[in-house]
């Protein structure tokens, strides 16, 4: 069955997809409710899933894995995708904006410092990438299409910029621990 769903798939034949479908949703499914604990975001990505499938059908490469197992690596990673993104979209009210770094979370008070002035101040380079995975969502994927930057590039160049902000928060963090010990 997986061979006949492979050629169909390569080939683009639309009955792969409903093969597909049929076969693989509901593992496919669980794995990225794992991920997301939440059913309608689960569904969106299970879609988005067989969506690049489709798409990405043809260079799948049957000596790398099972099929099952390459879209399994499509959910996950999209489903840790939208994470990252939903991280990033937290609500105005909360005083909390999170830091992703190398699968690290750290929360950072927004009333004690402003994340986007620290980000202002770096090199151009690095700034865009920050602007762009954190602030906007992009994948690294996407920013390698809209840059033309090779992706070990844009990590090295996020984990300098991270290391940077960091060393700025602190010495920003120290001077506002002393302006409010001044005030008491």
Known sequence: MEQKI????????????????DKYSASIYGCILRIV??????????????????RYGPSY???????FTWLHTIARNSAIDVMRCNAWKMSKE????????????????AEVIDLR?????????YRVLIELIYFQGYTKEQIEQELGIKTGTIKNRLRAAIKHLRTNFDLHSNEENIKQKNRI
Do not use: M
């Open 117 to 125: 002035e620290l980000v202002g101040k770096l090199d151009p380079k």
């Open 94 to 109: 909360t005083c909390a904006l999170t830091c992703i770094s190398d699968w690290k979370i750290e929360a950072i008070n």
């Open 61 to 67: 490469n049957r000596t790398k894995g099972r099929l």
């Open 37 to 54: 604990h939440s059913p309608e975001i689960a569904e969106d990505i299970l879609q988005e899933t067989f969506v690049k499938a489709w």
């Open 6 to 21: 492979l050629l169909l798939l390569q080939s683009k034949n639309e009955e792969a997809i409903s093969l597909l479908y």
